[in-house]
């Protein structure tokens, strides 16, 4: 995953995500704060630049305090293709099994592919 901190990387990212809402809606709002200041500490990632297939926001990791907060540690998600979002889910460092968090997505499939990979590694979700 690649952390997008350039103005003009963001700057193509949300006129690119405008394109497609609603569905962009839980990442554009963040891509929009971090674009203008981020005063609350989050990052943008993409899986690949600039033909990108997913995008997740998220607060900095530095940022967490409690691993079993997952209210601090809300995710966002937009996908192209579900194939990213299960490679997201199932083994990248942008999700960590050793803590706690929420998801956010409004696309059809999320809560499949969640409840898909937790069962595979054994893990419970509520």
Not at 19 to 31: A, Q, R, Y
Not at 85 to 104: C, K, N, P, S
Request: proline share 6%; glycine share 8%.
């Amino acid at each position: 995953m690649l952390i997008l901190r350039c103005p003009a990387q963001l700057q193509l990212l949300e006129e690119t995500l405008w394109k497609s809402l609603p569905t962009t809606l839980p990442v554009l709002g963040t891509v929009m704060t971090v674009a203008r200041g981020n005063p609350a500490s989050h990052e943008v990632l993409v899986d690949s630049w600039p033909h990108f297939s997913l995008v997740l926001t998220r607060l900095r990791p530095e940022e967490h305090r409690d691993p079993r907060d997952y209210y601090i540690n809300q995710l966002a998600v937009f996908y192209r293709d579900e194939g990213a979002l299960q490679a997201l889910l199932g083994g990248t460092e942008a999700v960590t099994e050793g803590r706690a968090f929420q998801i956010m997505g409004m696309q059809d499939g999320l809560d499949e592919a969640v409840q898909e990979v937790a069962s595979a590694r054994g893990l419970t979700v509520e």
